[in-house]
Structures are given as structure tokens and as C-alpha cells.
């Protein structure tokens, strides 16, 4: 069993809110996250495999490979974007660390399993400060 | 001379466009950073001064000093907030990092100074990737 | 299951030693770390929780709370402090970075416990070149 | 139970290709990794024991002891070397970052033994953005 | 006048030597540098500029633009290249940082004027341990 | 011309404190710093020198001559050491990160200088969030 993990960045505005609540009760659980004209954070993301060493290539997979389904389900949806409003897979749901990072869990645990390889960890980082990490 | 650089952090969102151009103007010139829904950045900002080192303490000036001017006069007014809709030095001011650096700037330059020290650099960065230095 | 992590510095003094030991012995099995005059680090400490996200919020917990229960248990009693004479739960012990990350494990176990999250890992970093991992 | 971990550095060349493919098959399935006139990197290698903290010392085992074995049995053969035709260990097979992780595991995991620990992860990170890590 | 900055990565073999001398002489200079075998790094470069920024646009110039520059001109002659090889504007020049922080600065140094910018410096870090500038 | 830079690191500790003042004196100016038993930093420290690139090797200078000064004349005496008590250029003088790094220049520009190069700054940094230069 070996580990593998993608490194990838970017750019998004969101707020932390709960629409059924109003201003003051979003303010005190979200604080200045409850901001109504929004912020915005430079995400790194981490994507982490397992599975067995191909004897051929000597690769868990082609980070090629998985760094295609990462871009194209993960980055080009959420880079220099608003979470609340333009994430499709986002919808509906707060979008604090832990719930973004199960959201990316779900864009592509299925694409990297048909890559042969088992989605074991992804871990999104929003300040240096805290991140979330999520296994399934 | 001595130069002493403290380091802040802040996230914000922001979006790049000229209001007198239309979408497609904006689009063009600003590409993704133009959204019209916000995309932000965690960005670090770093205050360099200049001057003599006082011989009673060994500091150019106190770094608390620097840093109450730096909190309630930048970090206050930046953190978790919308560049372009709620911070007052920068109102009508694309928000650019080169902009945001001047602007900075002209926040701290003269309390910087009544602190007998000269502010030599305001340096802003937008992300790993890329920052921005103003001399005055 | 999903794990959050929030990370908190801190700079102090220590010195790796037995006092049942002779300076020669000490010397011997620590090395400079025995100076009887201290050294001293900055600290990075990674507190670790693993629980359910609350549907309301998004939160695991609240990571304001768990930064109040660090900064009064952890960071406050060894920030700018001396390990070996002044931190109360390190009294006695040697000051390791694994027995600095057991110490501050106990420190925070219950009050994380009572917040509705399990303590999954301290991890504590000396230097850039080495730290230690503690799971309970 | 106490995990620790030692980092080290070391730059090398190489080259992903497989003998018994030609120039266009290593080019398909290795793209510019398999350039025949080589490329490098700034390797970081962690090392990571675990085991019970030795109450006399506070240590797992003394760093310096892991250093050694790391040094000499990996570092040295590494550092400033051509792993496809310099390092013994790495003889006949494809330098990924995986193999490499799965190698140095093999080199150093009996001496951890006999210093009374276990090796844990051996986590090579070949960029800023991949890494691997082997667990045994 | 603003100074902006722009990061970017590649992955090269070298070595130091000069072939003018033998082994032994290229050995007592560049030590493990002089490999004949090659070793590499993942080099970081900053480039910088200076100039008035665009009232228009708020930019010094367009990030954009410069990026296309050095990717074109620099970073695809080098990344993933044996720099003493396949480096049209390092033949024949010992690929020391010094010499390729020289080298950089003249490949892009007239392009980056016609945008109307000034090259103010190109720096070149081969490790974490060591960089190179370059002023012109 | 061109600038070359050195990175080393030490761990030590200190104190700011004045011995005219009495304890509240220090305490009001120095704050937490006055700690009377000692804190610590691993402080990273830069050093920079200039001059013409050598056509004979490519070099400014053959850093593992600068390696060798900046480690016998400043990382030997620092590393692990109580910087206040047994720094013999630091006697006297309070422990600040600039006089720090005026210390440090003293202690190599004389050497420095008779490699054939100009020490051109040394930077100090005390935490990731604060740092001086010198420039002579």
C-alpha cells in the first residue's frame, strides 16, 4: 500500500450564514465569517490516494490523470468564485472547511476510483492557521 | 540604520473591474478576477521601517507600537471584509495589489512617523505567487 | 468523521537534562540541548479533533472555542515562559517534544471532551527539522 | 504511544522511463519526466517512529541515532546523485517518488529496529505540490 | 513607482564543471556539485518589476503578460531540462545561481520593456539554503 | 554585480531586559520579553554579499567559504546558547533582533571581505512574524 497526494490552490470568496437564522444569530455564531458582503481565502487543497505500486510505471496512478478529474470537477468550479452562490456542488450547504471538504470528497471519490486507486483523504487548508480533513 | 519588518495576515474578498467599462471590457482585462460575485485571498502584508537603533531599548522603534497602528489602522478595516464595498481608503480605488499597497501606505506613513521612524516598504501579498512592494 | 486542526505558536525556553545525572552524563545523552543555560525554540503546536459535523452550523465545533480552551491551558503557561521552571503540568518532567506534546494532551483533553469533540492528535514541531505526534 | 519525525533534505537527478519501452512510449506515459538527458529535484524526506517514550530520557530514541542511520544509509547515497545510475538501492528500478518511498523504507527500517523502535511512515515529497508516503 | 513580483517553479539537472579542467580540479572546487552524473533541484524564480502603475487598470502591468513571457522564455527551456545540455542561453555557461539568475534576466529583460516595465530584478533560489539576485 | 545568499538557522534564548531598570521598568518596556527566567527563539538568519560573478567558476564567492565563516564566527556561538550570558559579541549589549543582526555583521564583515566579496545585508529573523536587516 502506498500514499500519493496532489497539491493544488484556489482563489474563493465566501460567508458563513445560516439563511433560516437572522443577522444577530449569524453574527454570533459565525462572527466576522457572517460578513453579508462576503471574504475570501486562498484554499490549498490536498488529494491523497492509496492503493498498490504499478510494477509497469512504478506510479500508485499518473498524477496526470488525477490531477484532470481535480481540475476539472474541483478547481475550475471553485477558483476565483463565490461558494455560496456559484458552486454547484455547494448548494444549499454552509460552507465552513469541513463541509468543503466533503463536498470535494464527493466530486471525486467515483472518477478516482475508476482511475483504480482508493480516494483516501482529502484536507483543505483555509488559513495557515486550520484545516479539515476528511476520509469518507 | 536598522530595518525591522513586521508581518500581518488578512482575508478579504475582492473583484477587479473598471465601473465605467461593461462586463465584456472587464472580462477582457481583468479576466476571472473581474467575477462579479467576489472571489477573495488570504493576503500578508509586511511593514518594513527604517531608522537609528535607540540605545536605552536596542529597537528601532517597539513593535507593539507598530502593531496597534497596523491592527486599528489596516487589519481592522481589511480583515474579513469586502475591499471594494467597506474599506474607506480604498473606496473608488480598483483593488489591485499595487493599489492596495499605496493605499496601505498612506494609512501608516505619518502615524509610522510619530513614532520616530521612517516606513520604508509595504509589501502585500495576494498569493504565493505573486506581491506587490511600495517605497513611497 | 471529519477532522479539523487548528495551529498556535509559542516561544520558550528549556533544557533537556536528569538531575539525578552529572553535567557529563547529561552531556552525553542530550548534548547542547543539556546547556545548563537554556535554549529555547518557537514552538508550533497542531491541535487535532475528529467528530460529526452539526447540521447548523458546518462546524465540528466551533473552532473559537477550541482556541480558547489552547490559548488559556497551552499557550498562556508557555508562551515567553521556561519550560523546565515556570509550566505547572510540565513540572518535573523533561521538557521533549514528546513529553511536551503527552503534557499538552492532558492539558486539553477533558475541556475538548466537554465541548462535544474527541482530541485526535497534538502534534508539536521544535524545529523545522523535527517534531513529535501524540494520538492518547 | 509517541510518534516522532525526522526531516532531511537532499537534491538529486533523474529520469522515469522504462528500458523496455521505446522513446515514444516513455514519452506517452512519462511525458517530460522521461527527458533522456535527466532532470531534478529538492527532495524532502520524513521519517517518522513510533513507540513508547523511555521514561529515563523522555525520548523515543535519541534523534541522533536516527540521524545517523538516515545520513549513512540514505542521504549519503542520495544527495547530489543520479538515482537511475548511482544509488544502489534504487538499481534496476523506476525512480518514482512511490519507489523511492518504498526504498529508502527498506534501507532504513531494521537499524530503527534495532535502536528499539518502529518505522512508521517514510513521506517523500518530490515537489511542492506531490509527495508520497509508504507505511510498510 | 510600485515594484510587483512574480513566483514561478521548474525542475532541472546541472552540474558544475569546467571543462577546461579534470576531474579532480572540477572536484576540488564544485565538490559534490561537479557530479558527472548530474544531481538537480526544484528552482524557485522571482521576477520583478517596477514602474508607474495604470490608472486605468490599477496594475503596473498585467500579470498575465508577464507570465506568458517567462513561461515561454524561461520556464519551458528549463523545466524538466539538463541545464549544461539542452539550455540554448546557458551554453556554454557554468550553471552556477549566479549565472542563470545573468542568463534569465537577459532572456526576458527587453520583452519585459516593450510591455512597459522595467526589469528590476531576477531572483533565483536553488535550495532553501541559497539564492541569487540580479539587478542588471 | 549580483547578491548571493546564505540561510542558517540556531536555536537560543534570551531576555530583553535592561539592567539599570528595575523589573517594572522592563516589564512596561520589554513586556513578556523581560521574562527574568529566559524564553527562546530558533531564530533564521540571512546573509547576503555582493560582487562580480568569477568567469573562472561562475561563483561570487565559493559559498562553502562563507558557510565556514558564518558558522565558526556566529552559528557556533549562538546555537543552544543563551545569548545574554555566553555570546562573547552580544556581552553588554541587550538581545534585541537588531542589535542581533548589527552583531552578527561585525562578527563576519572582516572575513567576508577577505574572500574578495561585500557583506551586503544580514537578516535576522526572530518568529515568522518579525525580522531585521542590517546593512552596514
Redesign the interface.
Known sequence: ?????????F????R?F?PEWNDEQNLK?????S?P??????YVLYV?LKGE?DS?????I???DLSKIVKSRVIEKL????IN??VDFMKG???????L??GIWKQIEKPVSELGAHLHCVKISE?????????G
Request: proline fraction near 2%; aromatic fraction near 12%.
Open positions: 500500500m502506498i500514499y500519493i497526494t496532489r497539491r493544488e490552490t482563489n474563493a470568496a465566501h458563513l445560516k455564531v459565525f462572527g466576522k465569517c460578513n458582503n462576503w471574504h475570501g481565502h486562498n491523497t505500486v509497469e510505471t512504478g506510479f500508485l499518473n498524477l496526470k477558483d476565483h468564485k463565490n452562490l456559484e450547504i454552509i460552507p465552513s472547511t469541513e463541509n471538504a466533503i488559513t495557515e492557521n486550520n484545516f479539515a480533513e476528511y476520509y
